[in-house]
């Protein structure tokens, strides 16, 4: 079966602090796709990034950055020298062959917030 | 802006009513997914509907249906509506051939049931 957990409900820093926000999948599919979105207070979903299970490379995006382990079925995002802007709810999602294509499946979120 | 348009944004009714929620897909998007998002269940995939036809069910409840018109566009008919139905009500929509590809999200209808 898909599960994605993510372990920490809410993460408090201050400005400039970095974070990591912590994703661990399972899925019995070798081929699936990992995502983040991110929810800000206003409340659409925002795409950030999506990898496959067959590119480990970590991947860096300005402030962003992500760590894939196969290893360890994790999918970690860093934010670097955060600011309040990056206040929202961040969420993992898995799409492997096993479900119906497109369809995701979302942890329970994690809600950062950063302060002045 | 993801391309995927949902209206209305808020919506608010009584309890046993029902509601009609609409969406409008990227241009080029075959595939539409519904999710709902609520406090209790977080964010949970509905139903999938690929040119026209329904492709896969999750965890929709009886009194939810949904349908993709031939424009593409589709609608999740919510009726006989309860308290517990108040969520975010997410549309979105991919391309064929995009295994792997991101799903854009519309910014979603909220839902209030009173």
């Known amino acids: 079966a898909q599960k994605v957990t993510q372990a920490q409900t809410e993460i408090s820093v201050v400005e400039k602090e970095d974070v990591t926000l912590d994703c661990v999948y399972e899925?019995?599919?070798?081929?699936?796709?990992l995502f983040w979105y991110k929810q800000p207070p206003s409340g659409e979903l925002v795409f950030l990034i999506r990898?496959?299970?067959?590119?480990?490379q970590n991947e860096i995006s300005g402030r962003y950055s992500w760590n894939f382990q196969k290893s360890t079925s994790s999918f970690n995002f860093t934010i670097t020298a955060s600011q309040v802007v990056d206040s929202a709810v961040y969420f993992c999602?898995?799409?492997?062959?096993?479900?119906?294509?497109?369809?995701?499946?979302f942890g329970r979120g994690t809600q950062l917030t950063v302060w002045p | 802006d993801s391309g995927v348009t949902q209206t209305p944004k808020h919506l608010i009714t009584a309890t046993g009513q029902r509601v009609t929620l609409r969406c409008s897909p990227r241009s080029g998007d075959l595939s539409v997914y519904w999710y709902q998002q609520s406090l209790d269940q977080g964010l949970q995939f509905l139903i999938q509907?690929?040119?026209?036809?329904?492709?896969a069910k999750g965890n929709i409840l009886e009194r939810f249906s949904a349908q993709q018109f031939p424009d593409l566009h589709s609608e999740l008919n919510l009726s006989s509506l309860e308290l517990g139905d108040s969520a975010l009500y997410f549309c979105a929509s991919s391309r064929p051939g995009q295994g792997g590809g991101e799903a854009f999200f519309g910014q979603g209808t909220r839902l209030t049931v009173v």
């Open positions: 999602a898995l799409l492997d062959r096993g479900s119906t294509l497109g369809r995701l499946y």
């Open positions: 990898r496959n299970s067959f590119d480990e």
């Open positions: 509907y690929y040119n026209g036809e329904e492709r």
């Open positions: 899925t019995r599919d070798t081929t699936y796709y």
